[in-house]
């Protein structure tokens, strides 16, 4: 009685997984047809932020988030030019994406159980891993986020940071006024012109706004960190196929990294024999034509914006006007976390 019984459930569960695996090939050629098709990916990055994402007066976009967007042209149409950045306001974004507005949304936004469970999206990979943090007049003269009792707190609305704000006041048993903004340049503007004492947010976003500020020297950054908040790009959940190409391409930068393979030296990975260079390359396997990409699509992304480490140091890093440390996001190698699967 068992045996038959369990053959015909394994028939049944045999046919349930064709069933799944077309629905998702169906569902997963979609994004990245979409894309093609188009000629250029649509990708939501934020409204201004230093070193993230951020327009000059030609209208040319930099930063990390929008090369990340630019890595991913490159690796579906060997072409970083290819993309068509949207700013997003922190309130915006998730239905920006939900809506279908942008194929992919890579603007400082943090994962959480919130933002993905029955939300339809999912976060690909952590591209950078944050925490929040405080900046304060120096009039203030403190050193500590514990000697805030009674502050008055400048934050950007829809963000995590709001939500972390009142958690560690409340655990602190401390009090605080929150100046609450749609828009960022709102926020900075009233803690500029003294509105608010504080003005919370990422602390890679703290070094970012500093900049910004009429008299940078007159405030501090303290050194408390609050929360985890593990930055990475969005999509709709409803496409596994893009969410692989989006979660490789970040993968993809990292392993680049720990390969040594750069913008400098694409040549000599080209010409390398060693085995994970050559798959990386494309010269050995078949791993873009999985992802539905060319077999060069890591050496693509690579070229558009160098490995991860040249991207952080370029955009947020040593040789940018932020000089934030690598800090966590160094290679697990090197004393970080960062820490890609591998690409074989
Ligand atoms: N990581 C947090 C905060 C992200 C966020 O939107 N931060 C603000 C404050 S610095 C920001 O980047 N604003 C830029 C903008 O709105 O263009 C989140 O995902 O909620």
Redesign the pocket.
Same mark, same amino acid.
Do not use: M
């Given at each position: 009685m068992g045996a038959p019984s369990s053959s015909l459930g394994l028939r049944i569960l045999c046919a349930a997984a064709v069933f799944s695996t077309l629905a998702v090939s169906v569902a997963g050629a979609a994004t990245l047809d979409t894309v093609k098709q188009r000629g250029t990916l649509t990708c939501g990055v &934020? *409204? /201004?932020?230093p070193g993230?994402?951020d327009r000059d007066a030609q209208g040319n976009w930099s930063g990390f988030d929008v090369d990340f967007c630019r890595a991913l042209a490159a690796a579906v149409f060997n072409d970083p030019k290819k993309v068509t950045f949207v700013?997003? &306001? $922190?309130v915006e974004?998730f239905d920006a994406l939900k809506d279908g507005k942008i194929d992919v949304l890579s603007?400082?936004? !943090?994962w959480t159980l919130d933002r993905e469970a029955g939300s339809g999206l999912l976060f690909a990979s952590v591209m950078y891993y944050?925490g929040q943090g405080f900046m304060v007049a120096r009039r203030l003269q403190v050193t500590s986020a514990l000697e805030l009792d009674k502050a008055s707190v400048c934050v *950007?609305k /829809?963000?995590? !940071?709001a939500l972390n704000l009142a958690d560690f006041f409340r655990a602190n048993s401390m009090t605080y006024r929150e100046l609450a903004f749609d828009?960022?340049g709102d926020?900075i503007k009233a803690f500029d012109t003294a509105q608010c004492d504080v003005f919370t &947010?990422?602390q890679s $976003?703290l070094y $970012?706004?500093r900049l910004g500020l009429s008299k940078p020297e007159s405030v501090e950054i303290l050194p408390d960190v609050i929360s985890k908040?593990p930055?990475g790009p969005v999509v709709r959940s409803d496409d596994v196929a893009w969410f692989n190409i989006v979660k490789w391409v970040g993968f993809g930068l990292v392993d680049a990294e720990e390969l040594g393979i750069g913008a400098s030296n694409l040549s000599e990975a080209l010409a390398s024999t060693k085995p994970d260079a050559k798959r990386f390359t494309g010269a050995d396997g078949d791993f873009g034509r999985k992802l539905g990409l060319d077999n060069a699509w890591a050496l693509q992304a690579v070229k558009a914006v160098g490995h991860y480490g040249e991207m952080f140091e370029r955009n947020i890093g040593s040789q940018s006007r932020l000089g934030v440390p690598r800090g966590l996001n160094q290679l697990w190698s090197q004393g970080g976390i960062l820490y890609a699967p591998p690409l074989r």
């Open positions: &934020s *409204q /201004g932020l993230f994402s700013p997003l &306001s $922190a974004r603007r400082n936004s !943090t944050d *950007q /829809g963000t995590t !940071t828009t960022l926020a &947010s990422d $976003a $970012a706004n908040e930055l």
